[in-house]
């Protein structure tokens, strides 16, 4: 079975700090695609970043970047200098094929 | 260019009642898929459509049925409602399957 596991429900960060997502996948697959989507309250989900698992450098978009172990199944989100429009619901999601399989989301709070 | 567009917004269904969600993509995408989001289960795939005149089953495809019209749209039928189909559908497409996902807005339905 394919799964993606997101281990922390919620997570708090200081404005202008920095905050990492955790995502973990079982697989199976040697060739595959892993993402980052951000869902804030308006409910529309936003791609924030994507792997490319035969890619050994990992992806980095902005002030988001992500740290891809393979032989770890491990996927984590880094937010850098956090910002209030960062607040929303984050979910991994990884795609081996024709299939799409996302986690359960991360809901990251942003303090002023 | 309105991306991806899902009708209704918004629908309040009794048991037993039948409807169709209506999903369109103006970016010449090959793959389009349905999901169900229910709180704290994340995003489950419900039916994809990897190519014009194809369509297969998700994770979660009982009590749906698909059509993919054209190229352009993906329509998901509830033949006869039930409170557990209670959830936020969202309509996605994709140029290429794994690739990047887009979303619509989303439909929030509510079976009594």
């Known amino acids: 079975a394919q799964t993606v596991t997101q281990s922390q429900p919620e997570m708090s960060v200081q404005e202008a700090e920095t905050v990492t997502l955790s995502c973990t996948y079982d697989t199976s697959e040697s060739d595959y695609y892993l993402f980052w989507y951000k869902q804030p309250p308006s409910r529309q989900m936003i791609l924030v970043i994507r792997q490319e698992a035969y890619k050994q450098q990992n992806a980095t978009e902005n002030r988001f970047s992500v740290n891809f172990q393979k032989a770890a199944k491990s996927f984590s989100l880094k937010i850098s200098d956090s910002q209030l429009g960062d607040a929303a619901m984050y979910f991994c999601?990884?795609?081996?094929?024709?299939?799409?399989?996302f986690g359960t989301g991360t809901s990251l709070t942003v303090i002023p | 260019n309105a991306g991806v567009t899902q009708t209704p917004k918004f629908q309040v269904l009794k048991t037993g009642q039948s409807m169709t969600l209506q999903c369109a993509q103006d970016m010449n995408h090959n793959s389009m898929y349905w999901y169900r989001q229910d709180p704290g289960m994340g995003l489950r795939l419900i039916y994809y459509s990897a190519s014009e005149g194809t369509t297969d089953k998700g994770e979660v495809p009982n009590g749906y049925n698909v059509s993919r019209l054209n190229k352009r749209e993906f329509s998901l039928r509830l033949e006869s409602a039930a409170p557990s189909q209670t959830s936020v559908y969202f309509c996605?497409?994709?140029?290429?399957?794994?690739?990047?996902?887009?979303f619509g807005p989303g439909t929030r339905l509510l079976v009594l």
């Open positions: 999601a990884y795609s081996p094929g024709n299939q799409f399989y």
């Open positions: 996605a497409s994709s140029l290429l399957r794994r690739e990047t996902q887009y």
